[in-house]
């Protein structure tokens, strides 16, 4: 089976990073594949980016060695199995709040007797090996969101759930629920607290921390102890970097100031 780059570099104890893919383009998947992170990721939950979509960007990612992920809408086991068989390495699941959500997710990314994902790899065979099916349940990575109030309370009793990999702090959510604006840090102690619970937690269970952010924020989740952490999305990518050069050639600003925190 083809190597999984997220697990080569989890294997060394460094951090996998990751860029955001929300424009709904196999090509610039493939730009963004081609830039040195370990992982993208395909947002189907808050991007642009329907199924078929979705297939043409982990086509064109394939011509690398990164590991492609997809975030889905919603924890239904539908979709997890619809994009693992399409060749994703493996999926984050939003808005996970109890264990037994968590254990949802878990068993949709598994086989039987783990789990309860319907046999029919389709293009994952030809995009990571025909010898898919005796190594995906190791292979697969489960990564749950944890992103509300609630769910940062039971931190402990979702991340002992087997099969949990990983977890994906949503910064923005949790910012909500916590009584602050969507935000990918702050320092307000709120916050910060339930930065650290989850840490905790992940440490508690060996589960690997993640968290979403940009290349602001990175390096220092990176030195907190996170493994798994976005550094950039293409949209952001392309609205700043546009917008940089034209103040370039004028100065006195024709450019709109785009969001903070996507």
């Not at 990999?165 to 604006?181: K, M």
């Not at 840490?199 to 390096?219: F, M």
């Not at 976005?230 to 392309?238: G, K, P, Q, T, W």
């Not at 700043?240 to 100031?257: I, K």
Request: proline content about 6%; aromatic content about 6%; overall charge negative.
């Amino acid at each position: 089976m083809r190597a999984n780059r997220v697990r080569d570099v989890w294997a060394t104890g460094d951090a996998a990073l990751g860029g955001w893919l929300t424009v709904p383009s196999a090509f610039s998947a493939e730009i963004m594949a081609n830039a040195g992170f370990d992982w993208v990721c395909v947002d189907m939950q808050h991007g642009l980016i329907d199924y078929q979509q979705m297939v043409s960007m982990l086509q064109a990612v394939s011509g690398t060695d990164v590991a492609a992920v997809v975030r889905v809408p919603w924890n239904e086991p539908g979709i997890i199995g619809k994009s693992l068989d399409a060749g994703a390495r493996g999926v984050i699941v939003p808005m996970v709040n109890t264990p037994e959500e968590a254990e949802r997710a878990a068993r949709a990314c598994r086989y039987a007797p783990t789990g309860h994902r319907s046999y029919g790899p389709l293009r994952a065979n030809y995009a990571l090996g025909f010898d898919y099916f005796a190594h995906a349940n190791d292979d697969v990575l489960c990564l749950v969101m944890i992103e509300t109030r609630d769910a940062v309370a039971r931190a402990d009793e979702i991340l002992a759930v087997p099969g949990i990999d990983g977890v994906y702090i949503g910064p923005a959510d949790l910012s909500v629920t916590l009584g602050l604006p969507p935000a990918p840090d702050h320092d307000d102690t709120a916050f910060t607290d339930a930065l650290s619970a989850v840490l905790d937690a992940c440490h508690a269970n060996g589960v690997v921390p993640g968290i979403a952010g940009n290349q602001v924020t990175a390096p220092k989740r990176i030195a907190q102890g996170f493994r798994f952490v976005e550094v950039a999305s293409d949209a952001r990518l392309l609205g700043t970097h546009a917008g940089e050069a034209l103040r370039a050639v004028v100065p006195d600003g024709r450019a709109r100031s785009g969001s903070a925190y996507l």
